[in-house]
T-cell receptor
Framework: EADIYQTPRYLVIGTGKKITLECSQTMGHDKMYWYQQDPGMELHLIHY???????EKGDLSSESTVSRIRTEHFPLTLESARPSHTSQYLC????????????FGDGTRLSIL | QQQVKQSPQSLIVQKGGISIINCAYENTAFDYFPWYQQFPGKGPALLIAIRPDVSEKKEGRFTISFNKSAKQFSLHIMDSQPGDSATYFC??????????FGTGTRLTVIP
């Protein structure tokens, strides 16, 4: 059973606020990911990391930023939230190597007023 | 850039029936094809996966059929149960070992 945790689960906040979405995993996985998913729609990769001090942009352009200071922690930050950032954000992790499954957290549903 | 086409968008099946979801892809560099299952309020979870050198893989009631020449693959759920009601995503692995996801199919199994 995968152990990957995201907080908060839900966040409603006003425009212009700085937001940090937390993601932690206890499996020692090197690779971690952030996806954006609108309700009932496909997942789009916005950031990923191969390990500590590694961050890469994904296929979907995002105004968010990420950091990877510790293996288990991969937070996502929005410096100034806008209504267009309203979405669900999913974090995942996987072991290195080909065909390793990605284990997902339950997501943060973000609403910007 | 739409590299993955998944159909149908939604599917209603009677309990005990067969659910079939299809995916088509364009990029022949894809080399790993997983299916993920997502329940409301939860993150996706890996259901079953296949490599292109295999034409079919079965795990319990779930079967993947792969047609490499047509660049299509499908998920078959035999003896569908109400507990199978969820959204199903096909996915494809890129060279960076990242996944492209399909648009999802919302399956409802009615008793």
């Amino acid at each position: 059973e995968a152990d990957i945790y995201q907080t908060p689960r839900y966040l409603v906040i006003g425009t212009g606020k700085k937001i940090t979405l937390e993601c932690s995993q206890t499996m020692g996985h090197d690779k971690m990911y952030w996806y954006q998913q609108d309700p009932g729609m496909e997942l789009h990769l916005i950031h990923y990391s191969y390990g500590v001090n590694s961050t890469e942009k994904g296929d979907l352009s995002s105004e968010s930023t990420v950091s990877r200071i510790r293996t288990e922690h991969f937070p996502l930050t929005l410096e100034s939230a806008r209504p267009s950032h309203t979405s669900q954000y999913l974090c995942a992790s996987s072991s290195p190597g080909a065909n390793q499954p990605q284990h997902f957290g339950d997501g943060t549903r973000l609403s910007i007023l | 850039q739409q590299q993955v086409k998944q159909s149908p968008q939604s599917l209603i099946v009677q309990k005990g029936g067969i659910s079939i979801i299809n995916c088509a892809y364009e990029n022949t560099a894809f080399d790993y094809f997983p299916w993920y299952q997502q329940f409301p309020g939860k993150g996706p979870a890996l259901l079953i996966a296949i490599r292109p050198d295999v034409s079919e893989k079965k795990e319990g009631r779930f079967t993947i059929s792969f047609n490499k020449s047509a660049k299509q693959f499908s998920l078959h759920i035999m003896d569908s149960q109400p507990g199978d009601s969820a959204t199903y995503f096909c996915a494809f692995r890129t060279g960076a070992n990242n996944l492209f996801f399909g648009t999802g199919t919302r399956l409802t199994v009615i008793p």
